[in-house]
């Protein structure tokens, strides 16, 4: 897929397999490297924990997710990722969010 910039905004995964059956395309797409995950404007509807949790051990899991990061070319919600830790780093407090939401 030739997909470089995808923005996703108040998305739900009401399944633990929609979750990751969203992870598993996100990191099919070696090109992306600009993702906004953003809670919708209207509702405030923010993606899950189990969409963070699934995304976290992906991405921490596979080398092949998220090639871009590993190039230093990579934002997540707008703030450049240097490398794999800051992401999952990143992915971390957007989990944590949720948590105390």
Known sequence: MQVQTLGLHGLQCPTPASAHYLVKVLCSMPNLTDLTLAREAYTGEVFNEEFYS????????????????????????????????SFLDTLTCLQRSVQYM
């Open 54 to 85: 699934a995304l976290k051990a992906k991405a921490s899991s596979i080398q092949g997710c998220f090639p871009q990061i590993r190039k230093g070319n990579f934002r997540l919600n707008g703030d450049a990722q240097d490398d794999l830790n």
